[in-house]
Structures are given as structure tokens and as C-alpha cells.
């Protein structure tokens, strides 16, 4: 299945996207009379498991089949305003230097462990949101990555269980303001910035995903390719990664892990042909089977 979440009145609703539009599901509720345990957020989803979503994806059958006005419930993506498709995670765990021609264009050695750092809930940004530019940085760099989104307590977890507890994948913009990022030693300050995570625009469940370490994933500025690569250049694969974090901390339904970067970020062009993120850029991370996720820079 394939979800998203949008604003309504204030508030985050989740969505469904379907063939014919994004079915509301709390509307579809409210169209109908029957008494059904249904999740109405992305976390009730994702906390419920295969139980939540065999209920969801009854639901959206019958209530489709169902005399309720469709108008009512079944929307037109093009006219929402998407939310971060995940809402609140818990954790956001970044793994950083993860494939080899990253390592190798930013002349950096091959890690032999995951270099693991974090951004918080403030870095969370939706597709189609403007990000502003913070006016402490002048080198703000993209970085497509696929996103791993947990669906069942983890720790402990050998590598031939991880992906069993794996929920779903997204899109994901490991936004870099390299200045901050290399002032210390520590990544976080240049990781962290607000908006500095927009993810989506959609969670699409694990089994329509298959081999998450077979994926075309891009990087589009302002039409123009500058990431072009696959998952499976990844130093550690997505099993590995689950495992290996599962191992220090426990992992919790929600929680989201941004998988590593390929080669053509900023900073690995020579510098004299460096040119970071401007007020106005357009920005696109596409990965195979999981959307596209645009967001424009604005100048704070």
C-alpha cells in the first residue's frame, strides 16, 4: 500500500493513494455507518502491523464498492498539502559515507562501520514545502536517500530478521550545509538545521518494494541530473543497517533511517565548480517505485 498525509484544518490526515486519487480516511469513515476498527494515522498504521493494515485495505475495498459518495472521501492529490509522511518519529538515524563512490568522490576512506549521526523532528519537511535557507550557511547540499521506516520493535536483531521489521520505504533529502557540517569534528550541527529532512511524498509498504538494495534513486536540480545511481552501490545494505543500529539501540515502530548518499552531491565536484543550493532552486529526489519528492529553496 501506498500512504501519504495531509493538512486538514490544521491538523495531519492520513491518505491512501489509489489508481483513482488519495482516499481521506476519516472522511470515508464518517461516509459510512459501520462500526470498523480502522487506524486514521500514518502511527496507528504502523504501530498495528499486518492486523492494521488487512483492516485498512478492506475498508478502502468496501467502502469503494459501498453506495457512500465518493466525492466525499476520494480526493485529488494535486490539490493537497502534503505532511512529512511520517509525522513523529521517535528517532531519525542518518548513516552517513554509505556508498562507495560517495566515499571515493569525496576522497574519504570506505568505513568498515556505519557512521551513524542524527537529525530530530524539526529537520522534518513535506514534498511541495518551501525550504528555507539558513542565513548561518553558504553551502547547503543536497543528498538523495532512500529512507527505511520501522515497523516493529527491533533490538538485538541478526541480519536475516531486519527486514522483517521493516514497515516501508520513502524518499528521502538528507539536506547538508557543508560549512556547518566540517566546522567540528561532529556532523550534527550541518545536519540539523530546520527543514533539513523532508521526506515522501509517500510510505510504500515493504512488499511492494521487494529488494530495497535494487533501486534507481536520483537527484534532479532545477532539471538537470546530478545523482544518478542505485541502491546497490550501498557499503552497507539496508539488512545490515537495521541490524548493526539494532544492536546499540532499540528501534521502535515509526522510527526512520536515512540510508546514505551516491556520488554527485556539491562537494564532490572539484571547487571550483562547486555551486550550493540558492535561493530559487528546485529541487527533485526520485527513487524507484516510491514517487518523486520536490521541494523549492527559499532565501530566509
Not at 29 to 49: D, M
Request: aromatic share 8%; hydrophobic share 40%; net charge negative.
Amino acid at each position: 500500500m501506498k500512504f501519504l498525509s495531509f493538512l486538514h484544518k490544521g491538523d495531519y490526515r492520513l491518505g491512501v493513494k489509489i489508481e483513482q486519487g488519495v482516499v481521506d480516511v476519516v472522511a470515508a469513515l464518517s461516509a459510512v455507518t459501520e462500526e470498523k476498527a480502522i487506524p486514521t494515522t500514518i502511527h496507528e498504521v504502523i504501530y498495528g502491523g499486518a492486523e492494521a493494515l488487512n483492516h485498512l485495505l478492506s475498508f478502502i475495498e468496501w467502502v469503494l464498492v459501498s453506495d457512500a459518495d465518493q466525492t466525499a472521501y476520494l480526493l485529488d492529490e494535486s490539490t493537497l498539502t502534503l505532511g512529512p509522511c511520517v509525522t513523529h518519529p521517535n528517532k531519525i538515524i542518518c548513516v552517513g559515507l554509505n556508498y562507495r563512490r560517495h566515499a571515493e568522490e569525496t576522497n574519504a576512506q570506505i568505513p568498515q562501520f556505519p557512521i551513524l549521526f542524527n537529525k530530530f523532528n524539526n529537520a522534518l519537511a513535506s514534498h511541495g514545502e518551501d525550504i528555507s535557507l539558513p542565513k548561518v550557511s553558504e553551502k547547503v547540499d543536497y543528498e538523495a536517500e532512500l529512507a527505511i521506516v520501522i515497523g516493529k520493535t527491533a533490538k538485538y536483531i541478526s541480519k536475516e530478521q531486519a527486514l522483517s521489521h521493516v514497515f516501508g520505504y520513502c524518499n528521502a533529502n538528507d539536506l547538508s550545509a557543508r560549512d556547518l557540517q566540517v566546522r567540528t569534528q561532529q556532523w550534527l550541527l550541518g545536519k540539523s538545521c530546520d527543514q533539513f529532512a523532508p521526506i515522501g511524498p509517500y510510505i510504500v509498504t515493504a512488499d511492494e518494494i521487494g529488494n530495497p538494495n535494487d533501486l534507481e534513486i536520483k537527484t534532479v536540480v532545477n532539471g538537470e541530473v546530478r545523482q544518478h545511481s542505485n541502491t546497490s552501490d550501498m557499503i552497507f545494505h539496508c539488512d545490515e543497517i537495521v541490524s548493526y543500529i539494532s544492536q546499540h539501540m532499540t528501534l521502535m515502530p515509526g522510527d526512520i533511517i536515512l540510508t546514505g548518499t551516491p556520488e554527485g552531491v556539491v562537494l564532490g565536484y572539484p571547487p571550483d565548480k562547486q555551486v550550493y543550493l540558492k535561493d530559487g532552486d528546485i529541487v527533485t529526489i526520485e527513487i524507484e517505485k516510491l514517487g518523486a519528492l520536490t521541494n523549492r529553496m527559499v532565501a530566509e
